[in-house]
């Protein structure tokens, strides 16, 4: 088993947790890691991308080379096309969120974005600001969008909910639950359309 | 013991408590920041008394750090390598004295300056001073190593540089823990000379770490850190360093390289084993993140050997991070590609975060600029560098830390008037208190926007040596009570603020505009510890 993720999003969009979780399931069943994060000045307001790798066997290096990755998951659709160019041209999915995050002058219609998108060959795309909102709280989209990444991880999806349940405990039981729902829906939504 | 999940700098910081550090010194900096920051929240460091709080500069740090040498106990100094320019005296000046405790200086370089001005390679520092660098390729080893770089630091007796790059630092992965070694009692050297560099002494010390050099040398070839691999196929030989070696192993599915390979991952690397790679290869590869330094040294001036490809020929651009398809196409194999990017993509720079007191007070500034030509604003390093993008492009100048104030200065002598020198509060007490000092004495017509945002904000608001002292050190380096202002930069007092910077700018010597409110992002994380505490307490 190997799986070359790369997780993006605008700085303080939640990547991390993203990745976090999928580390922590990933630990959880044997599996080796490697995690590239990006901290610093690109955090403020940037684009931010993380390089998360997870594998049976030892993993070599930190960063995936340009071609290989399995699966693009993002938070914000402009920012998921920024690294299409990593994207496996053979089976590669991108999975991303339908909201852009727009804070610069010129971000473009998001038709075009969507557009752009809808030209792959394996992708999801998911309004998860709705789905979150309608779970309680917007703040879980970014779990939405990795419940919708959910089936093409090649990770038990129990794994996925116990890694939420201890990263999100500190926060107490009304968002754990919360982020579990999220999960589910964002699952639910992707296995309907694939 | 079941493995922990670290970033490089985590790995870095676990090592060197394990190791029996009695302190870790440094200045945050991306990105080497997180090393102190692991050891401040660390229950095993605070368990121990390990000292972690933030210094002024690299200097002081670097400084604290020989002092707790002489006194015999282990420290860790942490800088990004532009840091270890601003320590580069005391730096250079500690391989004389040598270690008595063991010292350790980490210098976390970032090539493709992903946050900084440049992509200088720290190895050349440690080349320069004639000590031991270490250069971990992964995680587990930038553990190991920084406990290795302990013992060889004592065993020896000198200073030891561990240099990492930003992916390293920035990567995370499982790292094994090993048992912990006791902190050192106090015991001052038995030569109570060693650390006096007066000529005559500096002259017998200088010649004791010449005679070491042989020492450094045999060490890397016994500690294992430098490993042959040998392989059938002679018709190319690879030095892969540090984290290169990984993108090395990524491009042969397998992990079975074809090449004889020297991965080096302690230096000075030992003659013994170039050698016998050179002499049985036809040409070699030397893969190297960060400046062609070890290829420069094979090559040779003349360059009159066996080909060598490297950063130098062309066959690897010679500026940037290296990756695993760089790599590749270095060794000539095909590279994967993957869809193309399409032309919809907009850039997405970072920028001030919404509601940042930078942007109000620069704001107010460029009002009060209007009537004059442009290019006036000299400053510094930190947040408020971004002020020289769109929408603000405030900003003309960002070189080192502190030199907003002396180069407004200079600028000021060749005839600039009005100028302003723009600087934070955490990078005014790192480096701007004594170019304000100059500024004073030669009463220069300046006017400094001092940022307080109470804290060090770009790196993740650690905390500030400034906190609460600003008004007091520029005061006391003498600058005129009169001219010393406070203002609030918020929008509502905008038409206030540009008052104060229009009056100061007329005036024709050294006036501080304190622009004084908290970084939203510490006042934000601190009300959210405040509802969690409320939170537990109700609980």
């Known amino acids: ?194 | 013991m079941q493995k922990l999940l670290l970033l490089g700098d985590e790995a870095i910081a676990q090592g060197a408590i394990d190791a029996g550090i009695s302190a870790v010194y440094a200045y945050p900096g991306t990105p080497s920041t997180e090393i102190t920051e692991y050891i401040q929240v660390s229950k095993d460091a605070s368990a121990k008394k390990i000292k972690s709080q933030w210094s002024a500069n690299e200097k002081t740090a670097m400084e604290t750090a020989i002092g707790m040498s002489y006194a015999g106990k282990k420290s860790l100094v942490c800088m990004k390598h532009v840091g270890l320019n601003v320590a580069a005296d005391a730096f250079i000046n500690s391989a004389i004295t040598g270690a008595n405790g063991g010292l350790v200086v980490l210098s976390a370089d970032d090539p493709s300056m992903h946050s900084s001005q440049n992509e200088q390679d720290s190895r050349f520092y440690g080349k320069f001073a004639l000590i031991p660098v270490m250069e971990p390729s992964n995680q587990q080893e930038a553990y190991d190593m920084t406990r290795y770089a302990f013992e060889l630091s004592e065993k020896y007796g000198t200073p030891v540089l561990l240099r990492i790059t930003t992916r390293l630092a920035h990567s995370r992965a499982g790292v094994k823990r090993e048992a912990e070694v006791p902190q050192n009692k106090m015991k001052l050297s038995s030569d109570l000379q060693q650390f006096v560099l007066l000529p005559s002494i500096a002259r017998k010390q200088y010649n004791m770490l010449l005679d070491k050099q042989e020492l450094f040398e045999e060490d890397a070839m016994q500690s294992g850190f430098n490993k042959f691999f040998p392989a059938k196929d002679k018709s190319l030989g690879v030095i892969a360093c540090g984290i290169a070696y990984n993108y090395l192993l990524e491009n042969y599915e397998d992990g079975k390289i074809p090449f004889p390979v020297l991965k080096v991952s302690q230096y000075p690397v030992p003659r013994k084993m170039v050698e016998k790679l050179y002499e049985m290869v036809d040409e070699v590869l030397v893969l190297e993140d960060g400046y062609p330094i070890f290829e420069e040294l094979l090559r040779g001036y003349l360059n009159k050997g066996k080909t060598i490809h490297g950063r130098m020929d062309g066959s690897i651009p010679r500026a940037g991070e290296l990756n695993p398809n760089i790599v590749g196409k270095a060794l000539g194999l095909e590279i994967s590609e993957g869809f193309e990017t399409p032309g919809v993509l907009a850039g997405r720079p970072p920028q001030l975060c919404q509601g940042c007191s930078h942007t109000d007070s620069f704001t107010a500034l460029n009002e009060a600029l209007e009537p004059y030509s442009r290019g006036r604003v000299l400053s510094d390093i930190g947040c408020y560098t971004l002020s020289a993008l769109p929408p603000l492009e405030a900003i003309n100048s960002c070189v080192d830390m502190g030199a907003s104030i002396t180069m407004a200065i200079g600028a000021a002598d060749a005839g600039l008037f009005p100028v302003v020198a723009a600087i934070g509060d955490s990078t005014f007490t790192h480096s701007g208190m004594t170019g304000l000092l100059d500024a004073v004495n030669q009463k220069a017509p300046i006017t400094v926007l001092l940022n307080d945002n109470a804290t060090t904000g770009m790196t993740g608001g650690q905390n500030s040596s400034a906190f609460e002292k600003v008004d007091d050190i520029v005061r006391g380096v003498g600058v005129e009570e009169a001219h010393i202002r406070i203002i609030i930069p918020l929008r509502r007092n905008h038409e206030e603020n540009v008052k104060v910077f229009q009056e100061e700018l007329e005036y024709k010597g050294v006036s501080v505009i304190i622009a004084r409110r908290e970084c939203v992002q510490t006042l934000a994380r601190r009300m959210k510890l405040k509802m969690m505490e409320k939170r537990e307490a109700k609980a």
């Open chain 1, 1 to 194: 088993m190997k799986k070359n993720i790369i997780i993006s999003g605008v700085g303080g969009q939640g990547i991390l947790t993203i990745a976090t979780v999928i580390g922590t399931a990933a630990l959880s069943e044997g599996l080796e890691l490697k995690q590239a994060e990006v901290h610093g000045m690109s955090q403020r307001g940037g684009d931010v991308q993380s390089h998360l790798r997870i594998s049976s066997n030892p993993i070599a290096s930190d960063l995936i080379p340009e071609g290989k990755a399995d699966i693009i998951i993002s938070i914000e659709p402009m920012e998921s096309l920024r690294y299409v160019n990593m994207l496996h041209k053979k089976g590669g999915w991108l999975v991303t969120s339908m909201n852009p995050f727009n804070n610069i002058a010129n971000y473009p219609p998001i038709e075009d974005v969507l557009n752009a998108i809808w030209k792959l060959p394996h992708y999801v795309t998911i309004d998860a600001n709705r789905v979150a909102k309608d779970l309680g709280s917007i703040k879980a989209a970014n779990i939405v969008v990795l419940g919708a990444a959910s089936p093409f991880l090649d990770i038990k999806y129990e794994s996925l909910e116990k890694a939420i349940s201890s990263i999100f405990s500190k926060k107490g039981d009304d968002i754990v639950q919360l982020n579990l729902k999220a999960l589910k829906a964002g699952k639910d939504y992707a296995d309907e359309r694939t």
